[in-house]
């Protein structure tokens, strides 16, 4: 049985380190005296994806590890893809929100997700992902332009299909 992206999104935090091989790491770099004396840094991979994120910023292993947790629930949104099949209230969301979202607001990464799979199922065209999605080619196109990684994803996904990449 294949397990999909909103499963491992929708899990706790607790639930989903379950899931990863935490290692623990001296970071190095600035920082101070402390910085090289304490295995502060966290890296988590995600043992059914494969995925792999980092935080050392902080010098609390603590907030490394949420920070980390936080990075991984993005990437999952960013690098796998599940079937596009939006259903009314999808839509609805999507146009109420016009796709304006902070990528501060919870409901922006989900919609990333949403997004880049639309564009995955139309073979990388923007505009008929914006059609399925019920916005305008230049809302969509705007929205993926709001996060550097967001918008590098949407060139891989064009890519793959041989399409030219989005010119921000």
């Not at 109420?96 to 979202?101: G, Q």
Request: hydrophobic content about 40%; charged content about 30%.
């Amino acid at each position: 049985m294949e397990v999909r992206r909103s499963v491992w999104t929708a899990l706790s935090d607790r639930r989903l380190l379950e899931q990863c091989d935490v290692d623990t790491y001296r970071a190095s770099g600035p920082g101070g005296q402390k910085r090289n004396k304490t295995s502060s840094a966290v890296r988590l991979r995600h043992g059914p994806t494969g995925l792999i994120v980092i935080a050392e910023e902080s010098r609390s292993q603590h907030e490394n590890r949420a920070r980390a947790l936080r990075r991984l629930r993005r990437r999952l949104f960013l690098k796998l893809r599940e079937p596009f099949v939006p259903n009314g209230e999808t839509l609805q969301a999507v146009a109420t929100h016009r796709l304006k979202l902070s990528s501060k607001d919870e409901r922006f990464w989900p919609m990333v997700g949403l997004a880049l799979d639309a564009l995955f199922v139309h073979d990388g065209r923007v505009s008929e992902a914006a059609a399925a999605l019920g916005v305008t080619t230049g809302c969509l196109v705007d929205f993926l332009n709001t996060d550097e990684a967001v918008w590098q994803q949407a060139n891989e996904i064009r890519q793959q299909f041989g399409q030219k990449s989005l010119k921000a």
